[in-house]
Every structure is written in C-alpha cells, then in structure tokens.
C-alpha cells in the first residue's frame, strides 16, 4: 500500500460559514497600552536618578569605631537610631571605610550588640542631635491589604482573561474546551491525496469507490431506496495505508475529512470523551456530506469484556457507548460516512461490528510484486533516478514489504546517493538501501580470528542447506558483516509472491535455519548463542504447523489457535494431554529438520569448508560468488509466500 508524502500545510475549513474572524482590533489595542506604560516608567527612573540624585552626597559605611573617634573629636552633628543600626550627618566628610577614596558627609555603621560603652552620655557632652526610628514599623493599611487580597485578585482577573480568550476563539470558554473535539479538519477544496497517491490495492480502492460515487450524487442511489453503510472499517497490518485510503476518499469525494485518533477521546476527566464524540459528530452533521475518519479504534473499541472493569464510570466505556449511540441515530442519508481503521479487528466490540454500524469491512493487505512497483513509481516521482535503475527488480527483491516500508526503502536510497555526492539515484543505490532496510546498518566490530572463523561456518551453513534443501528460497547474499544486533547475515529472496504454504516449504525452511547451529556442532563440537534468532523461527513455524495448519499425524487435522476477545479469563480451547501432544510434535518436527541440516552438511563437508574460508577472504558473497566457491547446481525452488525476506543471523 503505498503512502503518499504529508501535505505540507493543510489549511482547516470552519464547519459553519457564518462564523467571523475574531477582530485584532482588541489585542493591538492591548499590546500598544503596555508598550507606553514601559515606556513610562523608564523615563520616570531616567529622571529620577539622573535629576532628582544631583547634588545629594552618598553615604558611606564607617567602622564603629572611626564612629566613635568621629564624635570624641566632634566632627558630628546628628544621628538617627533605628536599633543597633545607626545613620548620621557630619561636620566635615568622612572616608569609606571600603574605599578612602570616596567621602561624604552623610554616613552610616552598626552599633556592636557586645558593645558596653556610653553612648548616649558621649552623644551628649559633644552636643550631637539624637533621632530614633521604630525598627519594627507598622504595615501600611494598603499594603496589609495587598499582600492579603491580591493574589486572589491576580487569579480572577487571569481567569477571565483566559475564557475572554477561548470564547473569542470560539471554544466555549475554558471549562467548555474539554468537551470540545480535537479532530483535525482538512480542507474539501484542496484535497492532498487522491487515489492517484494510491497504488498496490487496486481490489481495496474499487470497493472505497461506491463511498465516494455516494457522496458525489447520494440520489443516485436513494432513488432505488438504496442506503450506504455508515461505517466502513479498514483491517490491514501496520504500514499498509489505511489512513491513506481515508484521506484519498475525502480528496476523490471532495467533502470535509475529520480525522482523530481514538486515544484522542479518552482523558482523565470522566464524561469528557463522550462530549468530544458528540461534538465531532454534530460538527460532522453541520458540514455534510463530510467523513469522519477514526484512527486505531481498538483503543476505545475494544470488548467490553476483555478486561476486568471495577465500577460504572469507566471513561473509555462510556466513550464506546457514545459511539455506538451516535451511530445509531443518524441517518446515512445525511451524508455522513464513518471511516476507522485498525490492525487489531479480533478484539474490537461485537457491537461495533453489528449490521448499521460498522457493517462493511475492507481488507488492506500487503502489496504484491507488481503492487509494490507501482508504489515505489509513486514514491519515486520527485527523485531523478538513473537509467540503470529498474523499480521492477527492486520490487521482486523486497517481498513483504508494505507501503510504509518501500517509502522508507526509496528515502533511504535517496539519502545514499546524497552521501556520494551523485546527481541521480542509481540501482546500487537501491541494493544498498534494501540490504540497510532489512539486515540493518554495518556495525565496525573487532572480532577475533576464532570468531570470524565460527561465524562464517555458522552463515556458510544456512547458505549452503539453502542449494541443497529442494524447497527452499535462494540464497542471495552472505556475510559475516556485523549488520545491526547480527555478527553475520544469510539473505534468502523468494522467487515470486505466494500465498499458500507447502508442508515441504516450511521444513525447508526450519532446515535451512538450523544450519548455522548444525554446521557449528558439526566443525567444533559444540553449539553457541548464535543460533537464537533461528531456534525462535523454527519454534514459530514447528508450532503453527502442529497447532494451526494440522501438519501432524498424531494431533489431526485441527487448528487449536484461540480466536477469543482477549479477556484475562479466557482459557486455551484444549486440555492438558493436548497441550503435552502438541509439545511433543513440536520437539519432534524440529529434531527430525535438525537431523536433516547435520545429514546434509556431512555429505557435503568439503562445499561448507570452501565457502567458509571463502567467507574469511572476501566478508561477503553474492548468489553467483556462493555458486562458483561450493559448485552446486541450485535445486529447483517452488514460489515461496508473500512473507518477509527470510534473514538467519548468527551470533548477537
């Protein structure tokens, strides 16, 4: 599924035509008053300092006991005591104490609290004028007042400014803004994507194009008494395009599109998501035809009896419950159409899938060769791509991959080709890209000589079981490369895109992952922590095979995979001897696949010695390098499935 690139800046259209700007006669109003009180008062200090300061001496900190010599010697006229701290005015000036530089006739010190001397009786015998001050004065009335209503005050007058503001903005005030809906508005005259930014589902978009035929001309339908679905709900894996497909249905219909995320509607304020569902759909009701588009509905759609709930004022039920309620009561004939998507359609509501709500339901999948050409076409439009580079074979080299991925795949050969300082994008730009996308970037490791030599036994086993095993994918790439958390990567490509899996496919490819181990156990004797990525596929498949596809004798055709709603009480749908059957068939599929690799090496030791040391010489090896060092014809492979390219690491 491809993906289109953003839109730049999609503007949003006000659901109701009537509504007017807010003037900003107001705020320029506002902002001009406080730029002259400023004003104002820095020329009220200007002022102050430099005109009302002239001609008045500073005062100077004297020691008490130049204070004392000072009066003995009669050079003070007066003082002024507020507590121990005392302030005077002298006869003649007095040197700062800090800075004999700097003298004035007006002065200051601190009377000691030890001090034992006289003073009063001093002050007096030289005739020095004595003033007091109170230390502790009392508050001021208006300050007292300040101090005790002002920060209340403060509040209100903030809290009216901020719901003047939100009612201006038209959001109903503060308390009013909670319950408002978040949902993003795009604009039905500039739509950003259309079905021409959609490429890879042509099955998906014809079935989307009786939506749009419907909001073009509703009457074409209502005169038959025909009405549309209300919800459509798009299922596909993460990556696939299912936001995409809703936008593009809004562009091709050119209606408004309210897009949300479901986790949107939940807070912590109980009742608050039920108003946001309530506000989005009458915004809906008022702009129609218009489509809402919910984003991942299973985080407000899930079962409601999934989990264990405690209480009656659980958020994201209520919220559930106004979607449903919503749904129910309007029309479809008003032209409103609700879009969800999700990757997790097992553990949604039975309501919400129940015939008037969301009756119609779209399989997104995964690209096939020739879908996955026309999305890379799309993602390369803008890119100046060289002759040599042919989008056909980068599509047959990337199966699996979904529109988000082949995005990522065609930026990041972009970005490469930008690194080299090139002028277009050339083929090995792409190579390199796909190998960076699926094994990872290079890792400088220093690795010993004993390691490099385990590692490349380990990658020389799964490449060389992977000519041998009839069945198996072909081997394109192998290195001992550190890539990402591997120390050595074997690259297996599928032929073409397959969706139906042989018994004989999934053996090879459990044998094919458990060479590594098997080559390991064959050259040194014992086995490493490097088999672990393998060991986790071949658990993986033995178990589907055995508990899902019924390719055990023993178990019988029956598929013991539970499909329940994810409630914690949910129990497996078998017994305990089942279980212990299915364990069993397990351990043995992935012996008898193991036997297998360690059969298949022994007889041909002398190719696994080969490619190893050719392994050490060179670091990596293309599938026609791989054929000449082991000089094995590769078997005849079946068409493997549309799965990932197949990847077995060696140690982490």
Known sequence: MAQAPPPANTGQ???????????????????????????????????????????????????????????????????????????????????DSSSTSTTSTKFQTQRPAFATDDLETMLQQHNVVINAKDPNPPTPLWLSLLFSFGPAIAFVLLFLYLSRRAAAAGAGG???????????????????????????????????????????DPKKYQRLGGTMPKGVLLIGAPGTGKTLLARAVAGEAKVPFFSVAASEFVEAIVGVGASRVRDLFAKARAAAPAIIFIDELDAIGRSRAAALRIGGNDEQEQTLNQILTEMDGFDSREGVIVLAATNRADVLDPALLRPGRFDRRVQVQPPDRRGRAAILRIHTRNIPLAPDVDLDQVAGQTPGLVGADLRNLANEAALGAARSGAANVTMKDFLDAIEKTLLGAERKLMLSDIDRERIAYHESGHALLGLLVPGADPVKKVTIIPRGQALGVTLQSPIDDRFNYGEDYMRARMVGALGGRAAEHLVYGVVTTGAENDLQQVTRIAHEMVARWGMSPKVGPLNYTADGDGSVFQQRPYSEATAQLIDDEVRRIAEECLADAEKLLTEHRSQLDALAHSLLKNDSLDEAEILKVTGIKPAAAPAAPAAPVTQTSAAR
């Open 13 to 95: 259209k006000s659901s109701n035509p009537q509504q007017k700007r807010p003037s900003t006669l107001a705020p320029m109003r506002t902002t001009r008053f406080w730029v002259m009180l400023a004003i104002l008062f820095a020329v009220n200090l200007l002022v102050g300092q430099l005109l009302l300061g002239v001609g008045q001496s500073p005062t100077v900190t004297i020691s008490y006991n130049t204070f004392l010599t000072q009066v003995s010697d009669g050079n003070v006229s007066s003082i002024t005591s507020t507590g121990e701290s005392i302030t005077g005015v002298a006869k003649k000036p007095v040197a």
């Open 174 to 216: 503060i308390l009013g803004s909670f319950g408002q809906s978040r949902a993003r508005l795009y604009d039905a005259e500039r739509p950003a994507v259309t079905f021409d930014d959609v490429a890879g589902i042509d099955e998906v978009k014809a079935d989307l194009q009786e939506v749009v035929d419907f909001l073009r």
